[in-house]
């Protein structure tokens, strides 16, 4: 009897942390959740990628068997699963305006984003018991990296609700590599390759819990079978996810090799001149994404991994492995692309936290278990203030509207100002289309619309112009207005335009505005977020502006 009471209060207990840790991921994920909707001011958000996801689901509706997104680059599990609640709301009541689809958009990333937290729990709990569980669905919760990403309308999150499920498949497979549990950890395989390609690496996990189930003598033919059975599932997952791929296939394997020549040629000099691409993926993605003091858990916790190599160490490393080198051999390496290894970070650290904790306790050094303790929650702490900063990012003024209310206030209409590129995101919304049109030249069009006289200098044949000198030493506009997003990359390469411009613009402006976030919280200081890797300060540009001397 006794027994079964504790039982029973270990469950309620378990149940009660999940949902805490719940509670928590889901308070910073719906923190400024609303950032910079479309409005009168700009009619796209500040994101450039959001712009595809959202026109691409308001394409869809499964309902009506409508299943071209008329955007081919990515697979459509994302796009699909937005617009199945788009059209629920909709169908409910709910007024579907512009501002409307992209929060609806963003919600189901978030609400992805909060299920990978008990999904995280029953990978841990399974794998290496229900503390190690619980303490990694709390470490997931406060993970910075995944609750900035989970408030855009974006695949990386979901991504990573679905490996994340995979992986939690192959533990069960682990177990009992039953034909159920090979194909519910292929169908989940499936869904995640049907939100993002390369998370199909995961199905490497599910692999090498079938071979290592601790089925001693299996024979080959039923090792085989079972691989096929998971295969099956992935096929289904991944045409249930995205449909579409069926139809259109020529045009999705266009957009798929649009895709990988991107990840071979580069994003321009976003990524030039960072160093090898491992140590960019952790100085960035882990480092700035989840701070200092995680980013060496991490370190530790994959070091233990691979020196211990238990069964559940080989399952996740399958996946984890991989998809790094994936991830740090591309020439595109935005921090977002990381996400799916997050999930499992996150079950690894927990088990190093907690593993370390009870050597220490069972061989009785208490020094060194308290000091350990302490180190472990100083960690968690810090990266619980980090992640606030961070997000609280997502409800300040926003640098691209505060400089467009000086100019406002500060200027007459056909006042001249100088840029240096093209504008994008990054820059003030000199008219309300321009920060999201996705082709440079339909932007570059819209400079004409501005009230403000922009200037950009010569056009080339070929391309558009930028970086031209002349604009501050010849042309010299009342004022120059530039973004970090335009010069930060320039600077460190050291690109002769960028140097030139710059020089130019000392020598002849003065900087009469400025607009610099800081990373912020209850008083602490976590630096300029003009620091900050290109996609995790989407929200918190720096913009100067320049007054002709």
Same mark, same amino acid.
């Given at each position: 009897m006794e027994a079964k009471s504790s039982l029973r209060f270990e469950r309620a207990a378990a149940m009660f942390t999940v949902l805490a840790c719940t509670i928590v991921g889901a308070a910073?994920?719906?923190?400024?959740?609303?950032?910079?909707?479309?409005?009168?001011?700009?009619?796209?958000?500040?994101?450039?990628?959001?712009?595809?996801?959202?026109? !691409?689901?308001?394409?869809? %509706?499964?309902?009506?068997? &409508?299943?071209?997104?008329?955007?081919?680059? /990515? *697979?459509?599990?994302?796009?699909?699963?937005?617009?199945?609640?788009? #059209?629920?709301? =909709?169908?409910y009541g709910m007024k579907i305006d512009e501002a409307n689809v992209y929060l609806i958009a963003r919600l189901v990333t978030a609400s992805l984003g909060i299920l990978t937290i008990p999904v995280i729990y029953f990978i841990g709990r399974r794998m290496?018991?229900?503390?190690?569980?619980?303490?990694?669905?709390?470490?997931?919760?406060?993970?910075?990296?995944?609750?900035?990403?989970?408030?855009?309308?974006?695949?990386?999150?979901?991504?990573?609700?679905?490996?994340?499920?995979?992986?939690?498949? !192959?533990?069960?497979?682990?177990?009992?590599?039953?034909? &159920?549990?090979?194909?519910?950890?292929?169908?989940?395989?499936?869904?995640? !390759?049907?939100?993002?390609? %390369?998370?199909?690496?995961?199905?490497?996990?599910?692999?090498?819990?079938?071979?290592?189930?601790?089925? #001693?003598?299996?024979?080959?033919?039923?090792?085989?079978?079972?691989?096929g059975l998971s295969l099956l599932g992935t096929i289904i997952g991944f045409i249930a996810a995205s449909p579409g791929v069926l139809i259109w296939t020529d045009k999705y394997i266009s957009g798929f090799l649009y895709e990988l020549g991107h990840a071979a040629a580069g994003h321009g000099l976003v990524f030039a001149g960072r160093g090898p691409g491992w140590l960019d993926v952790l100085s960035s993605a882990f480092g700035s994404g989840l701070g200092i003091p995680m980013l060496a858990a991490v370190l530790l916790a994959s070091a233990l991994a691979v020196t211990r190599h238990k069964r559940e160490d080989l399952v996740i490393l399958a996946f984890v492995l991989p998809y790094f080198m994936l991830v740090a051999f591309s020439q595109v390496r935005f921090t977002r692309y990381a996400m799916p290894l997050i999930p499992p970070a996150a079950v690894l650290i927990a088990r190093l936290i907690i593993e370390i904790y009870e050597l220490l306790r069972s061989q009785r050094v208490r020094a060194a278990k308290a000091a350990w303790a302490l180190c472990?929650?100083?960690?968690?702490?810090?990266?619980?203030?980090?992640?606030? !900063?961070?997000?609280?990012?997502?409800?300040? *003024?926003?640098?691209?509207?505060?400089?467009? #209310?000086?100019?406002? =206030?500060?200027?007459?209409?056909?006042?001249?100002?100088?840029?240096?590129?093209?504008?994008?995101? /990054?820059?003030?919304p000199y008219t309300p289309e321009i920060n999201g049109l996705p082709l440079a030249r339909d932007r570059y069009m819209e400079m004409k619309k501005s009230p403000w006289r922009l200037i950009i200098g010569g056009k080339s044949e070929d391309s558009l112009p930028s970086w031209q000198a002349s604009v501050p030493s010849i042309e010299k506009p009342m004022y120059i207005i530039i973004s970090d997003y335009e010069y930060e990359?320039?600077?460190?390469?050291?690109?002769?335009?960028?140097?030139?411009?710059? #020089?130019?613009?000392?020598?002849?402006?003065? =900087?009469?505005?400025?607009?610099?976030?800081?990373?912020?919280?209850?008083?602490?200081?976590?630096?300029?977020?003009?620091?900050?890797?290109?996609?995790? &300060?989407?929200?918190?540009?720096?913009?100067?502006?320049?007054?002709?001397?």
């Open positions: 910073f994920r719906l923190w400024g959740i609303g950032w910079e909707l479309p409005g009168k001011l700009h009619k796209f958000t500040y994101h450039p990628d959001e712009i595809f996801q959202v026109g !691409a689901l308001v394409n869809l %509706n499964p309902f009506a068997l &409508k299943l071209d997104p008329e955007f081919y680059n /990515y *697979p459509s599990g994302y796009m699909n699963l937005a617009s199945v609640v788009l #059209r629920l709301s =909709e169908a290496y018991g229900s503390v190690v569980g619980a303490a990694a669905c709390f470490i997931y919760a406060i993970m910075p990296l995944g609750i900035i990403h989970a408030h855009f309308a974006t695949v990386d999150v979901p991504s990573a609700f679905w490996t994340a499920c995979a992986i939690f498949a !192959a533990a069960a497979v682990l177990s009992k590599p039953s034909a &159920k549990n090979c194909i519910l950890a292929g169908l989940a395989a499936g869904a995640a !390759a049907g939100t993002k390609y %390369n998370c199909a690496l995961v199905l490497l996990s599910v692999f090498t819990a079938i071979a290592v189930s601790g089925q #001693r003598k299996i024979k080959v033919s039923v090792l085989f079978g079972k691989i472990s929650v100083g960690v968690v702490l810090y990266t619980i203030l980090y992640a606030a !900063a961070l997000t609280r990012l997502f409800t300040e *003024p926003d640098p691209r509207n505060q400089a467009f #209310r000086w100019l406002r =206030e500060n200027t007459l209409p056909n006042t001249s100002i100088g840029l240096a590129t093209v504008p994008w995101f /990054y820059s003030p990359d320039g600077l460190r390469v050291r690109d002769p335009k960028t140097l030139e411009f710059m #020089r130019q613009t000392a020598a002849n402006y003065i =900087e009469k505005a400025k607009f610099a976030p800081r990373i912020q919280f209850i008083g602490l200081d976590f630096g300029p977020a003009e620091f900050l890797p290109h996609d995790l &300060k989407y929200m918190a540009p720096t913009i100067r502006i320049y007054q002709r001397r």
